[in-house]
């Protein structure tokens, strides 16, 4: 079983993105700091790691760059809430292999894991296509028939979710978590609403109300 190094201080974000590597089948090893990320690189057999920027005893684009000085060689994805060009050239450059920023789909996170994994060689996708829609990964915007629109970051991380997913029930659960990382509240509209904002887009018909379950990406 390959073991995956997760170094984020947020206790929320990183028990989401636990949960979601080892129901994808993967040992998690958790530091929720720079010196214990950089103690469990060196003292453990990881096969990948996901890097926080913000953390609270280093700046993880420092602890990247001891890290490779010491010869630490399997492959490094940050995962980080700077979003700039800017921001994303500094990450490669320091030795990252691949660079996501949050909020994030955690099946795009898996994909991108797997990838790594293989060594990077086959070539990343850019858009997905389903039921009539194509939506562009790297610009975050969806095309429906001829119309183009621009998708806020949640609005991308849900539609992404239902496109890697495209006529399969997905329930409101499973959105909250895999979109925003909660668990679920029974009493919350959150998924409802941004539904919504989505077939104000898209379409009415491409969303389908499934009663009493969830939502279904229509074909």
């Not at 491409?206 to 939502?215: D, E, K, N, P, W």
């Amino acid at each position: 079983m390959t073991q995956i190094l997760l170094i984020e201080d947020e206790d929320r974000i990183a028990s989401f993105v636990e949960k979601g590597l080892r129901a994808a089948g993967y040992a998690v090893l958790r530091g929720a700091t720079a010196s214990e990320g950089f103690e469990y690189a060196m003292n453990n057999s990881v096969g990948l790691a996901v890097l926080d920027l913000g953390l609270p005893d280093e700046d993880g684009l420092r602890l990247l760059g001891r890290l490779r000085g010491q010869g630490f060689g399997v492959p490094v994805i940050i995962l980080t809430a700077r979003s700039t060009p800017a921001d994303t050239v500094a990450g490669l450059e320091s030795g990252a292999d691949d660079y996501m920023s949050k909020p994030f789909s955690i099946d795009e996170l898996l994909a991108r894991i797997r990838l790594r994994l293989r060594g990077g060689s086959a070539e990343e996708p850019t858009t997905l296509s389903a039921g009539g829609l194509i939506l562009d990964l790297h610009a975050r915007r969806i095309r429906a028939g001829q119309k183009h629109h621009d998708l806020s970051a949640r609005e991308f991380a849900l539609m992404e979710t239902f496109m890697r997913h495209p006529g399969q029930v997905l329930s409101r659960e499973q959105l909250l978590e895999r979109v925003w990382g909660y668990s679920f509240d029974p009493g919350s509209n959150l998924v409802d609403v941004y539904v919504r904002y989505l077939r104000a887009k898209i379409g009415a018909g491409a969303i389908r109300t499934v009663r009493g379950v969830g939502y279904r990406l229509e074909l």
